[in-house]
């Protein structure tokens, strides 16, 4: 689903194959509104640009190179038109501020044919720490001050969205002088995300396997307490871990910025009760997997990701994704 300040659009389809309809949210009838369906197209097409992920064709099935939520976003984009071919043509990436999950945020820094006297600063990450670094939005052709009360209603929509169990994404972009760019040292690229222009939200629904429910069943029927660590937003995370029988449907997820504030006996205490945990960072996981280990648990981390590595490695028992797992997970 994509949201911008002109309305709500939801694009059918699943999986990696770029074949969908544009609907209006709420219906079944495509968008007719000009500056709707413009917003939507920009904010699609910098999810595009923000980008590390790759699609491909093989013999009738389409299959990705990459971050599967990313290639959500190159998916969404070629449903509405956007071509690999288009992107090629009228950008040329100079420069990356990479993802990291203490960010929470990553940019690339593009040159535009169209508009040659300047370069593009693109932008995607958290809609909220992404939201701290927006001055203004855009709707249609004007740009517009982004109000205290606007700011308001699109953390709104982010709590909407994930109450309907997607995951969401925020984009923004904003234009930068030639000299501004090559003037800025690599190690200070991230000074380049500010003063930004939001453009809109980006909502995946990433639903649970069918048989992850029974899995969390079988685990549970063995005297397993199956907990969830995520990077997504609390209100998803606890909505699927409802859905999937790991905690009940109204239990909250602690927060990493919560975990932050807490010494080892108060971290203790919550690692006994809650078995949600959202918008977390490495750190967190570590932690979690120790307190877990210092009172008396027997503990198996799963991870795919660079970033899991350093508690599949101190858990009881790592589990590295035989599928998605990078080989760094896998190592450890």
Same mark, same amino acid.
């Given at each position: 689903?994509?949201?911008?300040?002109?309305?709500?659009?939801?694009?059918?389809?699943?999986?990696?194959?770029p074949?969908?309809?544009?609907?209006?949210?709420?219906?079944?009838?495509?968008?007719?509104d000009?500056?709707?369906?413009s917003d939507?197209?920009?904010?699609?097409?910098?999810?595009?640009?923000?980008?590390n992920?790759?699609?491909?064709?093989k013999e +009738?099935?389409w299959? %990705?190179?990459?971050? =599967?939520?990313e290639? *959500?976003?190159?998916?969404? @984009?070629?449903?509405? &038109?956007?071509?690999?071919?288009?992107?090629?043509q009228?950008?040329?990436?100079?420069?990356?501020?990479?993802?990291?999950s203490?960010?929470k945020?990553?940019?690339?820094?593009?040159?535009?044919e169209e508009?040659?006297?300047?370069l593009?600063?693109?932008?995607k990450g958290?809609?909220d720490?992404?939201?701290?670094?927006?001055?203004?939005?855009r709707?249609g052709?004007?740009?517009?001050?982004?109000?205290e009360?606007?700011?308001?209603?699109?953390?709104?929509t982010v709590?909407?969205?994930?109450?309907?169990?997607?995951r969401?994404?925020?984009?923004?972009?904003?234009r930068?002088?030639?000299?501004?760019?090559?003037?800025?040292?690599?190690?200070?690229?991230?000074?380049?995300?500010?003063?930004?222009?939001?453009? +809109?939200?980006?909502? %995946?629904?990433?639903? =649970?396997r069918?048989? *992850?429910?029974?899995a969390v @069943?079988?685990?549970? &029927?063995a005297?397993?307490r199956?907990?969830?660590?995520?990077?997504?937003?609390?209100?998803?995370?606890?909505?699927?871990?409802?859905?999937?029988?790991?905690?009940?449907?109204?239990?909250?997820?602690?927060?990493?910025a919560?975990?932050?504030?807490?010494?080892?006996?108060?971290?203790?205490?919550?690692?006994r009760?809650?078995?949600?945990?959202?918008?977390?960072?490495?750190?967190?996981?570590?932690?979690?997997?120790?307190?877990?280990?210092?009172d008396?648990?027997?503990?198996?981390?799963?991870?795919?990701g660079v970033n899991?590595?350093?508690?599949?490695?101190?858990?009881?028992?790592?589990?590295?994704?035989?599928?998605?797992?990078?080989?760094?997970s896998?190592?450890?």
């Amino acid at each position: 689903t994509v949201v911008t300040p002109r309305g709500r659009v939801n694009l059918s389809g699943i999986g990696y194959a770029p074949e969908g309809e544009i609907v209006l949210a709420g219906g079944e009838e495509p968008p007719t509104d000009p500056v709707l369906l413009s917003d939507v197209r920009r904010t699609l097409l910098s999810g595009a640009l923000a980008n590390n992920s790759v699609l491909e064709e093989k013999e +009738g099935v389409w299959t %990705i190179q990459g971050d =599967p939520t990313e290639a *959500a976003l190159v998916v969404a @984009a070629r449903k509405i &038109g956007i071509t690999p071919e288009e992107l090629d043509q009228r950008f040329s990436r100079v420069g990356e501020v990479p993802f990291s999950s203490d960010r929470k945020l990553m940019s690339t820094v593009q040159t535009d044919e169209e508009i040659k006297d300047t370069l593009a600063v693109v932008s995607k990450g958290a809609p909220d720490v992404l939201l701290a670094r927006c001055t203004h939005e855009r709707c249609g052709d004007d740009i517009l001050p982004l109000t205290e009360a606007r700011r308001a209603e699109i953390l709104a929509t982010v709590e909407q969205l994930a109450a309907e169990a997607l995951r969401t994404l925020g984009v923004a972009y904003r234009r930068l002088a030639h000299e501004s760019y090559e003037a800025t040292p690599d190690a200070k690229l991230e000074t380049l995300e500010r003063e930004l222009i939001f453009e +809109g939200i980006l909502g %995946i629904i990433d639903p =649970p396997r069918p048989e *992850a429910k029974e899995a969390v @069943a079988t685990a549970q &029927g063995a005297g397993i307490r199956v907990m969830m660590i995520t990077g997504d937003h609390p209100v998803t995370a606890s909505t699927i871990a409802a859905e999937l029988g790991i905690v009940e449907p109204g239990d909250e997820a602690v927060r990493g910025a919560e975990l932050e504030k807490m010494d080892d006996s108060q971290l203790l205490d919550t690692v006994r009760r809650c078995s949600v945990y959202a918008r977390v960072s490495p750190e967190h996981k570590l932690r979690i997997v120790k307190a877990l280990k210092d009172d008396g648990q027997v503990v198996s981390m799963t991870g795919d990701g660079v970033n899991d590595a350093p508690a599949l490695k101190m858990a009881d028992i790592g589990v590295a994704m035989g599928i998605t797992g990078t080989d760094v997970s896998k190592e450890a």
